[in-house]
């Protein structure tokens, strides 16, 4: 909760300005607990305050639209420096940096140009918003830096408004932001619902609408699935029939081919026949013409032995009276011519004999020769024509096959090779069964099952959605009804206490009032009301039209009183809270402020008040603010009083 701090330790030490506003170079140290910023109007005062929220990184500017106007005329560049007290308390650093003091500062263009730097390092503005924020100081809430007018602006804000800057200052925005989102999760949890419902209901009477067109299509699609197959079928019946086809021309061809080879075989054999013959034949014509003329020889020799014989005859009796040397030796020449011709007779006869054997053995052969060649020519012209009907069976073989392959790529096409026991004209016949019922059924779009199976999952998708969307809105209602309760209790409680101290504080200058949350069950329109009634008269809310000023300024430090205890941040300021107070009242407030301060000295506070206080507290530190020819210039009133 609030950020205790040791009372010897100050949360900004100093504030150094340069070049803003008023200042040329200022540098303003700042004490724990209590500073009082004292001076004449138009001094300077709300420039050190308006530094100190501009460094800290504060959106809204009190004295102008635009940061260019914070430059002080003529300079091109203002800086505002924070020396951040950075000590450990409670064993810890309050800021994530190692040094115990942290120079904080922010850079302003004439341009309007701006950026911040963290121990001369430069930082984003985001960086710093959410390093201060940790601490609970948001310079833009007017309950931790109240700047002059900031006090009527407060009575005029929405209640909503009012009860978000509490919130913001004493640390109880979570409660309600994460009271908020809860509400604001079941809301979207609620309009999804109904969007879900409505979608159900739609996509339901959309299902029923395509339910007839959907059977169609399933029925459609179990027919197309059937014709489907038939067609494959009857593509493997087509390839079937072929196969069959080829089957039984290559079993032909399979009988011619042994046929052709037996009669190959046969052709080579009755060849070799042929040769035999032919060889026989012209051994015998050979022997013939040998032993003709070896008996045209013999005959001739036989024939000139003959002659001699009877030349040999004739002489015989002319030589009867020759010498009987001469008749001896012609006696012995005719017997030996008649030798020599019976032998040759002999040898006629026999070759005569032989040339009778080789001629029979001649005709056998010629006889042999012709009967085969005969039949070899028999034997070839049967092998011719097998040869041919194998051709034939061959083309229709190459024919088959590519008549095979088209029908088997097409038959693959339509599906994959199953068995059938059906004829090719059965499956025909079942194929235009099946086509008959598609027509019968007409066209139905394509889309359709897709549309009907859509329709079901969405229903399918949107019924679990609901079912989700149930279980958690339960679990958001519980959720919130939780987290309201923690939220009721916390701000009652806080507002419990707060009445008490708003009431304690009012009646310093004899007036009463009430802090209340209005629409309570409805953190959505929820807002702070702020009641009060001054002198006896009745409670009334706080606005801009039925208070005098005083009576506003006295009620927003009642009720800046009232919550201080409650606040987070280490450092809270309020600009002039007095300026519309009598006398009285500012000097009862200013006592109430002193006393309250002190007793909480670990929070360092910043008043800044015009003229000369109305009491002095030692404890206090007091700042005051001349303006020194065009430049404002600040001194602690201590040391004034010691120079002088």
């Known amino acids: ?161 009012k009860l978000a800057l509490v919130e913001d200052a ?69 390839v079937a029939r072929e196969e069959e086809k080829l089957a039984a021309i290559r079993e032909k061809m399979l009988e011619v081919g042994t046929a052709i080879s037996d009669l190959e075989s046969k052709v080579s054999l009755e060849g070799r026949n042929v040769e035999g013959w032919f060889s026989g034949l012209n051994a015998a014509l050979d022997v013939l013409v040998k032993g003709e003329r070896n008996l045209a020889r013999l005959k001739a020799d036989l024939s000139s032995s003959r002659s001699l014989v009877s030349a040999y005859e004739i002489l015989k009796p002319v ?27 002999d040898e006629v006869s026999s070759e005569e004999r032989r040339l009778a054997s080789e001629l029979a053995k001649a005709l056998q052969a010629a006889e042999g020769y012709a009967t085969s060649k005969a039949k070899l020519a028999v034997l070839e012209y049967r092998l011719g024509e097998k040869k041919k009907e194998l051709k034939s069976l061959q083309g229709q073989e190459a024919s088959v096959e590519e008549e095979l392959r088209a029908l088997t790529g097409e038959a693959e096409r339509l599906g994959p090779r199953v068995p059938s026991s059906r004829s090719l004209s059965d499956v025909l016949t079942a194929t235009k069964f099946v086509e008959m019922q598609l027509a019968q059924l007409g066209d139905i779009p394509e889309e359709v099952e897709q549309i009907y199976r859509d329709f079901q999952k969405k229903i399918q998708e949107l019924s679990s959605r609901l079912a989700v969307l149930k279980e958690n809105k339960e679990a958001t209602l519980k959720d919130i009804d939780d987290r309201f309760r923690v939220w009721r209790n916390e701000i009652r409680s806080l507002l419990q206490d707060v009445n008490e101290e708003f009431n304690r504080v009012l009646g310093l200058v004899g007036a009463r009032g009430r802090v209340y949350v209005a629409e309570e069950r409805d953190p959505l329109k929820a807002g702070l009301q702020v009641e009060v009634g001054f002198r006896g008269q009745d409670l009334v809310p706080l606005d801009a039209y039925t208070q005098s000023g005083g009576e506003r300024s006295s009620a927003m430090i009642a009720l800046l009183i009232a919550i201080q205890r409650h606040v987070k941040s280490p450092f809270r300021a309020v600009d002039e809270f007095d300026v519309h107070m009598d006398p009285s009242s500012r000097e009862s407030f200013v006592k109430a402020l002193h006393e309250y301060f002190k007793a909480n000295d670990g929070t360092q506070y910043l008043i800044i008040t015009p003229g000369a206080p109305a009491f002095f507290d030692p404890s206090a530190h007091y700042i005051m603010v001349q303006k020194v020819a065009s430049a404002s210039q600040a001194k602690v009133v201590r040391d004034v009083i010691r120079a002088e």
């Open 170 to 238: 004493v640390g109880l925005s979570s409660y309600r932001v994460n009271l908020l989102e809860a509400k604001a999760r079941l809301e979207a949890i609620t309009t999804e619902e109904e969007e879900k419902r409505r979608e159900l209901e739609a996509a339901t009477a959309s299902l029923a609408r395509w339910q007839e067109n959907y059977e169609k299509s399933v029925r459609i699609k179990e027919l197309r699935g059937e014709l489907s197959k038939l067609r494959a079928e009857e593509g493997w019946c087509r």
């Open 1 to 161: 909760m609030r950020m205790e701090r040791p009372a010897s330790h100050p949360f900004i030490k100093e504030v150094i300005l340069e070049n803003f506003m008023s200042y040329d170079y200022g540098r303003v140290r700042l004490g724990p607990g209590l500073n009082v910023i004292l001076g004449p109007n138009g001094a300077g005062k709300s420039s050190i305050l308006l530094g100190i929220s501009v460094a800290l990184g504060q959106a809204y500017t009190e004295r102008s639209r635009r940061l260019s106007d914070l430059v002080k005329r003529g300079k091109e560049i203002a800086r505002v420096t924070l020396l951040l007290d950075n000590s450990p308390s409670g064993g810890r650093k309050p800021l994530p940096f190692r040094a115990d003091t942290i120079h904080l500062s922010r850079y302003v263009r004439k341009d309007g140009t701006y950026w911040f730097e963290v121990d001369f390092k430069e930082a984003a503005k985001g960086e710093i918003v959410d390093m201060l924020g940790k601490l609970g100081l948001n310079p833009d809430n007017m309950l931790i830096i109240m700047h002059q007018g900031l006090g009527d602006t407060f009575s005029v804000i929405r209640p909503e408004e």
């Open 319 to 345: 030589l009867r009276d020759a010498p009987a040397d001469l008749t001896s030796a012609v006696e012995k020449a005719l017997l030996e011519g008649q030798g020599r011709t019976r032998t040759l007779e």
